[in-house]
């Protein structure tokens, strides 16, 4: 069946990324269909229904995210600040590039299916519990429920400000990235070096 045809499934991906990129978020299934020289009805046969298509992109574009995230955590015992540095700016570039994409997932697909937001919830949190288990694993953070802890804030920080950044165009790139990178350190940092020590009366 062409459904489990895996080139005709990437060629079908290709043409969606396209109408979405070129039209914005709002596009509609019928201008994807179009896209791809086929009508909306066989469109949905190769991926079930309107949620199936929906998922393939997610897994799609989330996941190469999540891949591009992942070199950076691999990067074992090097300076944490260049280290969350390089993360969030690959994320924020990769957004930003594909601004369309990333609105169309997040804004239009997750709201409109509940089974969709509930499959990016999955992707996000799975990203949030490896790189727990990196820090836990580098003894970056000493406690392991400290570090899930950590991780799944701040994967869910970067992802909430960067949505943010997207409607605030005119706030400079670089000080998005400092500011992120500055909480993130702050938090490794043993609160006897942050916290000022009460004076003797």
Do not use: C
């Amino acid at each position: 069946m062409n459904g489990r045809d895996p080139d005709r499934r990437k060629a079908l991906l290709d043409a969606a990324d396209r109408a979405i990129l070129r039209e914005g978020p709002e596009v509609s299934m019928a201008a994807i269909a179009a896209e791809a020289g086929i009508t909306k009805p066989i469109l949905y046969r190769h991926f079930g229904d309107k949620s199936g298509l929906y998922q393939a992109l997610a897994d799609r574009h989330v996941r190469r995210v999540i891949s591009q995230l992942r070199t950076e955590f691999d990067r074992a015992r090097t300076d944490p600040r260049r280290r969350a540095r390089a993360a969030i700016e690959i994320y924020l570039d990769l957004i930003s590039a594909n601004l369309n994409l990333y609105r169309f997932l997040f804004h239009r697909a997750s709201v409109e299916d509940t089974s969709v937001r509930s499959h990016m919830t999955a992707l996000v949190r799975g990203l949030g519990e490896e790189l727990g288990e990196v820090l836990a694993a580098e003894e970056v953070v000493a406690d392991p429920v400290r570090a899930q802890i950590l991780g799944h804030a701040f994967v869910g920080m970067v992802q909430t400000t960067g949505d943010w950044w997207l409607e605030h165009p005119e706030v400079e790139r670089g000080r998005v990235v400092e500011g992120l990178v500055d909480v993130i350190v702050a938090a490794f940092t043993p609160r006897s070096a942050t916290v000022p020590r009460a004076r003797r009366t």
